[in-house]
């Protein structure tokens, strides 16, 4: 069965910094994707990265890389240069190629930019 | 600019009412997902559909059932409504279901 795990449920980081969120996932499909979505006290739910299983290279948009180690199963978020507008609850995903397509969601990780 | 929109932000509904939650999205796509989120438990796949008139179980499909009737709307539908399914409901829809899926705001449903 398919799993997203996010063992953070909370974490902090100065203002500027960067910070690792982190992500490990348990497919048995051959090809799926990989994304990070960032969602706000608002509870809209913002699109940040995606990453294909066959991608060679990590995935990056703006301030957002995404770390992708196939063979430890891990997909880690990095935030650099922080910001406090970061502050938000953060949600790692997996979808599949096989079968049916769907999304599966971690249980989140609640990040707090402190100035 | 993509849209997917809830018919409600805030929802209070009596115990044993039946529930509409109408979700419409203007981007042509054919997967539409429903999913709840609670806090600790992340979201959690409620039903999706792949086709008009097309349907599936996620993973927590007891008390709920949907409806695709065209393809730019997909509506869940709570058949009589429980303190339990008090939570906030997020309706996505996709291209593929493999790529970014797209969220509508969220529907904030309290039973009382």
């Known amino acids: 069965a398919q799993k997203i795990t996010q063992t953070q449920p909370g974490m902090f980081v100065q203002e500027k910094e960067a910070v690792t969120l982190d992500c490990t996932y348990d497919t048995s499909d051959p090809s799926y994707g990989l994304f990070w979505y960032k969602q706000p006290s608002s509870g809209e739910m913002i699109f940040l990265i995606y990453q294909g299983s066959y991608d060679q290279q990590n995935a990056t948009e703006g301030r957002y890389s995404l770390n992708f180690q196939k063979a430890r199963k891990s997909a880690n978020l990095v935030i650099s240069a922080s910001q406090l507008g970061d502050s938000a609850m953060y949600f790692c995903?997996?979808?599949?190629?096989?079968?049916?397509?769907?999304?599966?969601f971690g249980t989140g990780t609640r990040l707090k930019v402190l100035a | 600019d993509v849209k997917v929109t809830q018919s409600s932000r805030y929802l209070v509904k009596r115990t044993g009412e039946k529930v509409f939650l109408e979700c419409v999205q203007d981007m042509d796509h054919e997967n539409m997902f429903w999913y709840r989120q609670d806090p600790g438990l992340g979201l959690r796949l409620i039903y999706f559909?792949?086709?008009?008139?097309?349907?599936e179980k996620g993973d927590i499909p007891e008390g709920y059932s949907v409806s695709r009737e065209k393809k730019e709307r997909f509506s869940l539908i709570l058949e009589s409504a429980s303190t339990n399914q008090t939570s906030m409901y997020l309706c996505?829809?996709?291209?593929?279901?493999?790529?970014?899926?797209?969220f509508g705001q969220g529907t904030r449903l309290t039973v009382v």
């Open positions: 995903a997996m979808s599949s190629t096989s079968g049916t397509y769907k999304y599966i």
């Open positions: 996505a829809s996709s291209i593929d279901g493999i790529t970014e899926a797209f």
């Open positions: 559909s792949y086709d008009v008139k097309m349907k």
